[in-house]
C-alpha cells in the first residue's frame, strides 16, 4: 500500500482566473475607478488636530506588525490603512481614539480579503486590551458608515498580476518579484506620502523597484531599468517621469527602513523589546540596495 | 474564547505587538464620539433618502416609499440570520443600543418591512440631474446607488404622481 503524505495549506485561496487577467479591461475597469477610493484631502493639514503624521506611522507599523504576526493575506495592511485614511480625510479624531480605528480596519480589511477572518478578541488583545471587543464592533459601524460601505477599495495589489504578465520575464523569477514587489508595497502603506497616490502607480513603482533592485545581483531582466520604467509606464498609463519619481521614492524609503533596521539591530538586544521590529517588514530585511 | 481547529494563526498572548501606542483610553469618550458619529451617519442617511432608519418610516422628499411583500428573498437575508445571534466572524455580540440602521423591529416578518422606494423628479428639472440632499456631494450619482444592504429595492421613474 503506498501512503501519500503532504502538508496542505489550511488557508483556501482562489487560483488566479485566466479570464480576469488576460482581460485588458479588467485593468483598464481597475484604473478607471482606483481614484474613486482615495483619501479626500491631505488630513494633517486640513482636518486633523490633535493626530499628527508621526501617529500615523506608530499605528501603521504596529498594524504591520498585528497582519505579519496573524500571517493575514498580503492585501489586508494595504486595504487596512486605505479605510483609515479614507477615515481621518473626514471625520476629525482625537490620538487616543487612533488605535482602535487601526484595529477596526484591520477587522473589516480582513472580512473582506480573508476565508477565516481576524477576530474582534484577538484584535483587542494586540491593543493590550485597552479597548473591549463590543467596542471594537460599534466602531465597526461608524467606521463603515462614514466609508458608505464602499469597502471594496482597489488596492496596488490588484494591478501586481496584470503588470507582471505583461513583462517579457522569466517564469522562474516571477514569485520572488511578486514577493518583493509586496513587500515594497506594505511600505509604501506605512508612509503617509503615498497614501494619495494612485494604486496602481504605487504597483507599477513597486514592481520597478523590485526588478531593479534584483537585477543587481542577478540577471532577472532582459530589460535596462530605464527601458523597464518606459514599459510599466506604458502598462498603466502612468507618466514616465511621475513614475520614476515614484520608484525613487519608495527605493529611498526603503534604504531609510533598512538604515533604521540595521541601527536597531547596532544598538543590541537591551533595547530591541522596545523597538519596533517591523518598522522594517521582514522580508526586505535581506534586501541590498 | 476557544480558537476553531485548524486555526493557523497565532495566539497574540505575550507578544510585543500587544502594546498601547497612544496611552490610556477613555471608554466613556469613546462611547459618547461612537454616538455623535453614529447619529451623524443616521441623520445623514435620512437626508439622503427621506426615510428615518431608526423607526423605519418614510418622509417627505424625493423618494416615494411603498411596501413590497412577497419577495421570495433567500433565508439567508431574512433577520434570524447568524447575526442576530452571535456574531460568528467577530466572536462577539452585537451591541444592543447604538447601531440603530441594524436595529430592525426583531419579530417583525422583514419580508414585509422591504420597501422600494422611487425617484420623483423635482418641477421643472429633469429628474436625473435632480441634486441630492444638502450637502450630498455624490448626488449625480444617485441613479447608480443600491440600497441593497438593508432594503431589497428596485427604482423606477414615476412622472409625478405626487402632489406638486
Known amino acids: 500500500m503506498e501512503l501519500l503524505c503532504c502538508e496542505v495549506d489550511p488557508v483556501r485561496r482562489a487560483v488566479r482566473d485566466r479570464n480576469l487577467l488576460q482581460d485588458d479591461r479588467v485593468l483598464q475597469n481597475l484604473l478607471t475607478i482606483e481614484e474613486r477610493y482615495l483619501p479626500q484631502c491631505s488630513y494633517f493639514k486640513c482636518v ?122 522569466q517564469r522562474e523569477k516571477l514569485s520572488l518579484i511578486r514577493k518583493h514587489a509586496q513587500t515594497f508595497i506594505a511600505l509604501c502603506a506605512t508612509d503617509f506620502k503615498f497614501a494619495m497616490y494612485p494604486p496602481s502607480m504605487i504597483a507599477t513603482g513597486s514592481v520597478g523597484a523590485a526588478i531593479c533592485g534584483l537585477q543587481q545581483d542577478e540577471e532577472v531582466s532582459s530589460l535596462t531599468c530605464d527601458a523597464l520604467t518606459e514599459l510599466l509606464a506604458k502598462i498603466t498609463n502612468t507618466d514616465v517621469d511621475c513614475l520614476k519619481a515614484c520608484q525613487e521614492q519608495i527605493e529611498a524609503v526603503l534604504l531609510n527602513s533598512l538604515q533604521q533596521y540595521r541601527q536597531d539591530q547596532r544598538d543590541g538586544s537591551k533595547s530591541e523589546d522596545e523597538l519596533d521590529q517591523a518598522s522594517t517588514p521582514t522580508d526586505v530585511r535581506d534586501i541590498d540596495l | 474564547m476557544s480558537e476553531p ?146 432594503y431589497h429595492s428596485k427604482r423606477r421613474l414615476i412622472f409625478s404622481k405626487r402632489k406638486p
Open chain 1, 48 to 169: 486633523q488636530k490633535d493626530i499628527q503624521p508621526y501617529m500615523r506611522r506608530m499605528v501603521a507599523t504596529w498594524m504591520l506588525e498585528v497582519c505579519e504576526e496573524q500571517k493575514c493575506e498580503e492585501e489586508v495592511f494595504p486595504l487596512a490603512m486605505n479605510y483609515l485614511d479614507r477615515f481621518l480625510a473626514g471625520v476629525p479624531t482625537p490620538k487616543s481614539h487612533l488605535q482602535l480605528l487601526g484595529a477596526v480596519c484591520m477587522f473589516l480589511a480582513s472580512k473582506l480579503k480573508e476565508t477565516s477572518p481576524l477576530t474582534a478578541e484577538k484584535l483587542c488583545i494586540y491593543t493590550d486590551n485597552s479597548i473591549k471587543p463590543q467596542e471594537l464592533l460599534e466602531w465597526e459601524l461608524v467606521v463603515l458608515g462614514k466609508l458608505k460601505w464602499n469597502l471594496a477599495a482597489v488596492t496596488p495589489h490588484d494591478f501586481i498580476e496584470h503588470i507582471l504578465r505583461k513583462l517579457p520575464q
Open chain 2, 5 to 150: 481547529a485548524g486555526d493557523v494563526r497565532p495566539n497574540p498572548c505575550g507578544s510585543k505587538a500587544c502594546r498601547r501606542l497612544f496611552g490610556p483610553v477613555d471608554s466613556e469618550q469613546l462611547s459618547r464620539d461612537c454616538d455623535a458619529l453614529m447619529a451623524g451617519c443616521i441623520q445623514e442617511a435620512r437626508e439622503r433618502w427621506n426615510f428615518d432608519f431608526v423607526t423605519e418610516t418614510p418622509l417627505e422628499g424625493d423618494f416615494v416609499w411603498e411596501r413590497v411583500r412577497g419577495l421570495g428573498l433567500p433565508k439567508l437575508y431574512l433577520p434570524t440570520g447568524p447575526w442576530r445571534g452571535r456574531d460568528e466572524l467577530g466572536g462577539g455580540r452585537r451591541p444592543g443600543t447604538s447601531p440603530a440602521l441594524l436595529q430592525g423591529t426583531a419579530e417583525e416578518d422583514h419580508v414585509d418591512l422591504s420597501l422600494s422606494c422611487t425617484l420623483v423628479p423635482r418641477s421643472g428639472e429633469q429628474a436625473e440631474g435632480s441634486p441630492g440632499g444638502p450637502g450630498d456631494s455624490q448626488g449625480r450619482k444617485r441613479r447608480q446607488t443600491s440600497m441593497t444592504d438593508f
